[in-house]
């Protein structure tokens, strides 16, 4: 089923207008609209003066975000006006995952551009987007801020273990996949069966969708199953990861054995994620 709205998160980050330029993009290709989401901190002071002292830094901190949020804006509709893509604008106050995670639940897909090395902002965790696909129940787009980032997914990677978190992400993932794409159906360590051969049936799912497909087993050896992922999307020459997430959002138990923190970290390619 095609997109119809695309929630972008847009920040201060280094890297935030090349993933903006691929939001409109995404948004473009599937005649969506794009809206763009600024999440302002609740100003933080840790008392060092007389009661009272404090006001004026909070009142600065509040006039700083508000700053930040409205150039913000105006990168984020420059943008959106060059493309000609139908987009609006929220910004809002608060937790960053969470408030990204309730605006996420009206719209089809959140993107979240991984945060940059160089970049102040500890209010943004590095597993921003693992939190969103908790606490939103929507799909998850995470961009490297590294690398070329594909205007059209044609090579697309699928971790899959036969969980319902995997087939959420799989099937999650056709929205975004460009027709005829080649869809690598990786299972890492499977557990051998008599009847049937691991990763055989999605495949064949999916190849009724138009899609080509190729089984992969693969043993993760002495790797973890995240350097087991990354090293085998390398090889397979992957522009879009598709994995599934479960757990306790509160509690970080990421799927594939705390796989997904670790490849948030480095994101070799596009990750989609879904719970």
Not at 74 to 100: L, M, T
Not at 153 to 161: A, D, G, L, P, Q
Not at 213 to 219: C, E, G
Request: hydrophobic letters at 40%; glycine letters at 8%.
């Amino acid at each position: 089923m095609p997109l119809h709205d695309i929630l972008v998160h847009v920040t201060q980050s280094v890297g935030n207008k090349r993933s903006l330029e691929m939001a409109f993009e995404l948004a473009r290709s599937q005649s969506a609209r794009l809206t763009g989401l600024y999440v302002r901190p609740y100003p933080v002071v840790v008392p060092v003066a007389p009661i009272g002292g404090a006001i004026p830094i909070i009142d600065g901190l509040v006039e700083s975000y508000r700053a930040a949020s409205d150039q913000a804006e105006k990168q984020f509709r420059s943008i959106g006006e060059a493309c000609a893509v139908p987009h609006n604008w929220h910004d809002d106050d608060g937790d960053a995952a969470g408030c990204i995670a309730f605006h996420g639940r009206y719209t089809d897909l959140v993107v979240i551009g991984q945060k940059h090395p160089d970049d102040q902002m500890p209010e943004l965790p590095g597993d921003m987007a693992a939190l969103v696909t908790m606490g939103s129940g929507r799909p998850i787009l995470a961009l490297p801020f590294a690398g070329t980032l594909p205007t059209r997914f044609e090579r697309i990677m699928v971790c899959w273990n036969a969980t319902r978190e995997a087939s959420r992400a799989t099937h999650d993932a056709l929205s975004i996949a460009s027709p005829g794409a080649h869809v690598d159906v990786v299972c890492i360590d499977p557990e051998d069966t008599p009847d049937r051969i691991p990763g055989s049936d999605i495949a064949a799912h999916l190849a009724r969708h138009g899609l080509s497909t190729k089984t992969h087993r693969v043993a993760s050896s002495e790797l973890n199953i995240a350097d087991t992922i990354l090293s085998t999307s390398a090889d397979l020459g992957s522009d879009l990861i598709v994995m599934g997430a479960y757990g306790h959002a509160r509690l970080l138990e990421i799927a594939l054995g705390g796989a997904t923190r670790s490849i948030l970290q480095h994101l070799p390619a596009p990750v989609l994620m879904s719970h």
